[in-house]
């Protein structure tokens, strides 16, 4: 299988126990993206099919009601759909989020949990497709097992430029 160097990065922190690969690919994307890491997202897992990020309901990412901000929801949707996509791009094309549709449709009760799925189909479309774009379906869950975020995001990519 063909792999880009995120996703052999990905793959050698993941070989280590559980808890320790999610310390550390938390802390890697945290350092690359200033705002997934100061939001205090954590990567539960991540693979070639699945991604698993969490968001804790804390002071930095509250809204006005004591929940967690409309924001920080998306940005978790988008770092776990992002991720995913990104673990399949080859290095000489770039991930672009080109639309979110987000709909919530209730109160959060506590913390989040955002996970992201692609099917075998939309791999191969990512690996062999020069210039392109998939839909991907996040599940975002909150303490209490409701679903009050219905999320969309859409993924292109394109070739870098030269």
Do not use: C
Not at 72 to 99: N, Q, Y
Not at 137 to 151: F, L
Request: neutral net charge; glycine residues 6%.
């Amino acid at each position: 299988m063909t792999t880009n160097n995120l996703s052999t990065i990905v793959n050698k922190i993941s070989s280590q126990p559980a808890d320790k690969s999610s310390r550390q690919l938390s802390s890697m994307f945290g350092e690359t993206i200033k705002y997934f890491g100061r939001a205090g997202i954590q990567v539960e897992s991540l693979d070639v099919n699945n991604a698993i990020l969490t968001l804790e309901n804390n002071d930095i990412v509250q809204n006005h009601i004591g929940g967690i901000h409309a924001a920080a929801t998306a940005l978790l949707g988008e770092s776990a759909t992002g991720f995913l996509v990104g673990m399949h791009v080859p290095d000489d094309r770039i991930p672009l989020l080109k639309s979110m549709n987000i709909n919530y449709t209730r109160r959060a009760d506590g913390n989040l949990k955002a996970t992201a799925s692609l099917t075998e189909a939309q791999i191969s479309e990512i690996k062999n497709t020069a210039k392109g774009e998939t839909s991907v379906q996040v599940v975002i869950t909150d303490s209490a097992g409701n679903n009050p975020v219905d999320a969309e995001f859409i993924w292109a990519w394109v070739p870098k430029k030269k």
